[in-house]
Nanobody
Framework: QVQLVESGGGLVQPGGSLRLSCAASESSFSIYTMDWYRQAPGKQRELVAHITSGGFTNYADSVKGRFTISRDNAKNTVFLQMNSLKPEDKAVYYC????????????WGRGTQVTVSS
């Protein structure tokens, strides 16, 4: 069982920045694919950013050029740097880890709230 703990959420003004962190309990963290999802009120959870064990990244169109996902395997941590935040970025952000071998289980953190408002 992989434990994921997010931090770094909060209230920020439009145009501002936040950096989310997700600490994983898994000693084999480096082989996991890590994702950030978000869920806004009344909407489905959506994939925001993705990083593979090899460092390949991918982003939702809505955040490309503004958000950056990265990982520090020595610290078992994945980050989401969010710049130029917009009110529509308001959501609960979840960290997720995908185990790369059978059975391919997905683990979730409890989420951290991001609010963008003036």
């Amino acid at each position: 069982q992989v434990q994921l703990v997010e931090s770094g959420g909060g209230l920020v003004q439009p145009g501002g920045s936040l950096r989310l962190s997700c600490a994983a309990s898994e000693s084999s963290f480096s082989i996991y694919t890590m994702d950030w999802y978000r869920q806004a009120p009344g909407k489905q959870r959506e994939l925001v950013a993705h990083i593979t064990s090899g460092g390949f990244t991918n982003y939702a169109d809505s955040v490309k050029g503004r958000f950056t996902i990265s990982r520090d395997n020595a610290k078992n941590t994945v980050f989401l740097q969010m710049n130029s935040l917009k009110p529509e970025d308001k959501a609960v952000y979840y960290c997720s880890a995908l185990r790369p071998y059978f059975p391919q289980l997905r683990y979730w953190g409890r989420g951290t709230q991001v609010t963008v408002s003036s």
